[in-house]
Nanobody, 121 residues
Framework: QVQLVESGGGLVQAGGSLRLSCAASGSIFSINVMGWYRQAPGKQRELVAA???????NYGDSVKGRFTISRDLAKNTGYLQMNSLKPDDTSVYYC???????????????WGQGTQVTVSS
């Protein structure tokens, strides 16, 4: 069994910062990619940022230059540092990871339960 648990969401004023964490636990051999997605009411879920095991990162256009994704391989934990937050960043943020549970097995996609980020104007 594998679990992803997000933390760090909350209410912040525009221009402020938050740091989200995503801790993976359970039967994990390796984590190939960790990413953050967000979904606002009435909108589709969108990619915020993703990072490979080698450290290559990519970002959604709306967050480039403001958000930074990182990960701690030893702790199976990913982070999303969000700076210069805007009201449009208000959303539920979900962690996603492609996880291999055995050396010869495939990687499966897992999701966290989501954490609310609210940015007030």
């Amino acid at each position: 069994q594998v679990q992803l648990v997000e933390s760090g969401g909350g209410l912040v004023q525009a221009g402020g910062s938050l740091r989200l964490s995503c801790a993976a636990s359970g039967s994990i051999f390796s984590i190939n990619v960790m990413g953050w997605y967000r979904q606002a009411p009435g909108k589709q879920r969108e990619l915020v940022a993703a990072i490979t095991s080698g450290g290559s990162a990519n970002y959604g256009d709306s967050v480039k230059g403001r958000f930074t994704i990182s990960r701690d391989l030893a702790k199976n934990t990913g982070y999303l540092q969000m700076n210069s937050l805007k009201p449009d960043d208000t959303s539920v943020y979900y962690c996603n990871a492609a996880i291999k549970r055995a050396v010869s097995g495939p990687a499966y996609s897992y999701w966290g339960q989501g954490t609310q980020v609210t940015v007030s104007s």
